[in-house]
C-alpha cells in the first residue's frame, strides 16, 4: 500500500535556531496533510494541516510547505525551545484513515 | 468542546489473559472512531477504525479486536494475550477524512 516516510530519524537543533523536519509521501492523489507532535508518553497533538491546493500555511511558529512535484511535505519551527523536543509524524489522508510516516525525533539543545 | 477519554493508563497483564481497553468521546456525535497500537520508538499502526456503531474495519489480522457498542465508545479487546500485544494502545476521533484527535494512550505490558 501507499506509505509516507521520512527523511531524517533524528534531528538536533540548538535553542533558538531554526527546524526543519521533512516528509515524503509516496500517494500523488492525497489532498490533505497533517503534522503531529508526540511528547514522551503522550497522545499526539495536531500541529498543523494543509491541502494540496496550497504550497504553504503558517501557524504560530510553524510553517507547513507542501512541493507535490516532488511529493515533499516539511515542517518548519522558528526559533526552537525545548519544549519543541518532540516525535514529530507527517500523515496524508486516505479515505477515512490517515497514513503516518515513521517520525522524526526532534532534540533541543539548550 | 470534544475530549477523548481512554483508561486504563497503565496495564500489566500475563500472557493468555484476556483484554479489554475503553475509549470514549465526549462533545461530538457520530465521530470516526480508531485504535492504533505504537512499539517503543516507533510509528503508529492502525488497527481497527469504526465509521458508526457496530461498524468495524480491521486494518490488521491479529490476536485482537473491535467493538462499539455506542455511538461515542471504542473498546480494544483480546480473549488471550500475546507477549507481542505489548505497546502503546491510542484511541482517536474524527470527522470523516479530517484531522484525528487522539487520546492519551493506554501503555500494556504483557509479561
Known amino acids: 500500500g501507499e506509505s509516507v516516510g521520512l527523511h531524517l530519524p533524528t534531528l538536533s537543533v540548538q535553542e533558538g535556531d531554526n527546524s526543519i523536519i521533512n516528509c515524503a509521501y509516496s500517494?500523488?492523489?492525497?489532498?490533505?496533510f497533517i503534522w503531529y507532535k508526540q511528547e514522551s508518553g503522550k497522545g499526539p497533538q495536531f500541529i498543523i494541516d494543509i491541502r494540496s491546493n496550497m504550497d504553504k500555511r503558517q501557524g504560530q511558529r510553524v510553517t507547513v510547505l507542501l512541493n507535490k512535484t516532488v511529493k515533499h511535505l516539511s515542517l518548519q519551527i522558528a526559533a526552537t525551545q525545548p519544549g519543541d523536543s518532540a516525535v514529530y509524524f507527517c500523515?496524508?489522508?486516505?479515505?477515512?484513515?490517515?497514513?503516518f510516516g515513521a517520525g522524526t525525533i526532534l532534540r533541543v539543545k539548550s | 468542546s470534544q475530549t477523548i477519554h481512554q483508561w486504563p493508563a497503565t496495564l500489566v497483564q500475563p500472557v493468555g489473559s484476556p483484554l479489554s481497553l475503553e475509549c470514549t468521546v465526549e462533545?461530538?456525535?457520530?465521530?470516526?472512531l480508531y485504535w492504533y497500537r505504537q512499539a517503543a520508538g516507533r510509528g503508529l499502526q492502525l488497527l481497527f477504525y469504526?465509521?458508526?456503531?457496530?461498524?468495524i474495519s480491521s486494518e490488521v489480522p491479529q490476536n485482537l479486536s473491535a467493538s462499539r457498542p455506542q455511538d461515542r465508545q471504542f473498546i480494544l479487546s483480546s480473549k488471550k494475550l500475546l507477549l507481542s500485544d505489548s505497546g502503546f494502545y491510542l484511541c482517536?476521533?474524527?470527522?470523516?477524512?479530517?484531522?484525528?484527535?487522539f487520546g492519551p494512550g493506554t501503555r500494556l505490558l504483557v509479561l
Open positions: 500517494n500523488s492523489a492525497s489532498d490533505y
Open positions: 500523515a496524508e489522508s486516505g479515505g477515512n484513515k490517515l497514513v
Open positions: 462533545g461530538t456525535s457520530n465521530p470516526n
Open positions: 469504526s465509521v458508526g456503531i457496530g461498524q
Open positions: 482517536a476521533w474524527s470527522y470523516s477524512s479530517e484531522t484525528q484527535y
